[in-house]
């Protein structure tokens, strides 16, 4: 699945829940972009609704870094 950009701001829960786990974790935007090998840019860009959040791998890695959650208990939070 191809990332997708928009201008248009749709913020959902899952977008919440990243930026959250991102701050409990205390990694800035910037930190957490050069973990996972992406810009800071990126992580913007999924937590405010202009991208669509990741699923499979991709979303696992971003959770391995904040905290290690599950993608189950992720969507059900």
């Known amino acids: 699945m191809e990332d997708k950009r928009s201008s248009r ?11 959250d786990l991102r701050l ?4 800035s935007m910037r930190r957490a972009g050069a ?3 992406k810009s800071d840019s ?5 937590e405010t609704g202009r991208m669509d959040v990741p699923t ?3 979303l696992e890695v971003l959770l391995g870094i904040y905290g ?4 189950k208990s ?3 939070r």
């Open 24 to 27: 409990e974790t205390g990694l």
């Open 68 to 71: 290690g959650m599950k993608s």
């Open 9 to 19: 701001i749709i913020m959902t829960n899952e977008a919440r829940v990243l930026k």
């Open 42 to 46: 990126y992580i913007a860009h999924l």
């Open 35 to 37: 973990v996972v090998g």
């Open 74 to 76: 992720f969507y059900e």
């Open 56 to 58: 499979g791998e991709r």
